[in-house]
């Protein structure tokens, strides 16, 4: 096993105990993350081929049409990384939320019986 894995881990179980619903939101918000990482590079290459292919002529010729899928692409692309933006912060901030309100129904109701 990957000794650096060990020690994320460490650090893991440690912020999972100092603060358990930060710790819930933040995984919530990287495991989003981490399912946006493959769009988002598809996204950057189509971005970059259609600018080399408006801008330069490395491929033998240059069209304006790729200039306007660039700008679209550019424009839709970062419209849509707002919004997931967005989404991400909202799921980790209610996931957080939530992790509290189950931590504060279980742990805090049996001690005040």
Known sequence: MN?????????NIKDARANPS??????????????????IIISVLGLGLFFIMGYTHIFGFQLGFFKLLFWLGLIVGFIFFSLVR???RATSRVTSNQTRRVIDAVVVEPENK
Do not use: W
């Not at 000794?3 to 650090?11: A, E, G, V």
């Not at 930060?22 to 946006?36: P, S, T, V």
């Open 22 to 39: 930060k710790f819930a939101g933040e995984q919530a918000g990287e495991m989003l993350r981490g399912i946006m990482i493959i769009p």
């Open 86 to 88: 967005r989404i991400i």
């Open 3 to 11: 000794p650096f894995k060990i020690l994320q881990i460490r650090k």
